[in-house]
């Protein structure tokens, strides 16, 4: 699993989540994103506008 904002790749706890969230773009793709994308823009809005 790699993050789709800086390409990272994302750890997975023993349960199988990952360090990060998912969030879905305007195509209801799911994308993934990394724990540090996810504290860095904070929103679900600041991480769909850094897919672009
Ligand atoms: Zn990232």
New binding site residues.
Partial sequence: MK?D??S?KIETTFLGKIRGTYVRDAKGKQKA??F??QRKLVTKEALLDALK
Avoid: P
Wanted: a negative charge; proline letters at 0%.
């Fill in positions: 993050c904002i800086c990272a994103a990394c540090e994308c």
